[in-house]
């Protein structure tokens, strides 16, 4: 069965902190891709990444960084110095077999200032 | 271009009627999915259609029905409407029929049931 689990509920953070939001992913299908999205309390989701099964190199777009291994099942979000703006839920996603979408339960992240 | 709209945004329903939303996707863009999204459950996928064909379906009752017409924009019908069915229905669509793109969001309908 594929599954997404994003254990942590909802963290807090003073801003200019980094914090790391988890997701652990469950699929035996050997083709598959991983994504996380924003959602701003306007309640449109943004996507942020795509990762495919077969690239596990890291990427590193400006405050965010993402951490993919296939070994642990996890493709964890870092955000380095946090911001206010940042304060949204974000869900971790898997997609397999044309479309079809599996998404985590969420993180929300509250940046104080 | 302009991003997927939905309309309405907001909606005030009774239970035992009936609704119908709507979904314009991204011009050039050919799958549309939908997603229900509630606090209990969180995000939950109802289905994706492809060129007017229903391609894929979650783990919902027949009460919810869509269809897509042949300029890809899309309605969804939910049939004797619950409480439960209150809900921001998310709608997404993607570029391509390979099912890997990444899916550009709605602002989503608000359903509240009474």
């Known amino acids: 069965a594929q599954k997404v689990t994003q254990a942590q509920t909802e963290i807090s953070v003073v801003e200019k902190e980094d914090v790391t939001l988890d997701c652990v992913y469950e699929t035996r299908d050997t083709t598959y891709y991983l994504f996380w999205y924003k959602q701003p309390p306007s309640g449109e989701l943004v996507f942020l990444i795509r990762?495919?099964?077969?690239?596990?190199q890291n990427e590193i777009s400006g405050r965010y960084s993402w951490n993919f291994q296939k070994s642990t099942s996890s493709f964890n979000f870092t955000i380095t110095a946090s911001q206010v703006v940042d304060s949204a839920v974000y869900f971790c996603?898997?997609?397999?077999?044309?479309?079809?979408?599996?998404f985590g339960s969420g993180t929300k992240l509250n940046v104080k200032p | 271009k302009a991003g997927v709209t939905q309309t309405p945004r907001y909606l005030i329903k009774t239970r035992g009627q009936q609704v119908t939303l709507s979904c314009s996707p991204i011009s050039g863009h050919r799958s549309v999915s939908w997603y229900q999204q509630t606090p209990g459950q969180g995000l939950q996928f109802l289905f994706e259609?492809?060129?007017?064909?229903?391609?894929n379906k979650g783990n919902f009752p027949g009460r919810f029905s869509g269809r897509q017409f042949s300029n890809s924009r899309s309605e969804m019908n939910v049939s004797t409407l619950e409480l439960g069915d209150s809900a921001l229905y998310l709608c997404a669509s993607s570029s391509d029929g390979t099912g890997y793109n990444e899916q550009f969001f709605g602002p989503g309908t608000r359903l509240t049931v009474l």
């Open positions: 259609y492809f060129s007017e064909t229903q391609r």
């Open positions: 990762r495919n099964s077969f690239d596990e």
């Open positions: 996603a898997l997609i397999y077999n044309f479309n079809k979408f599996y």
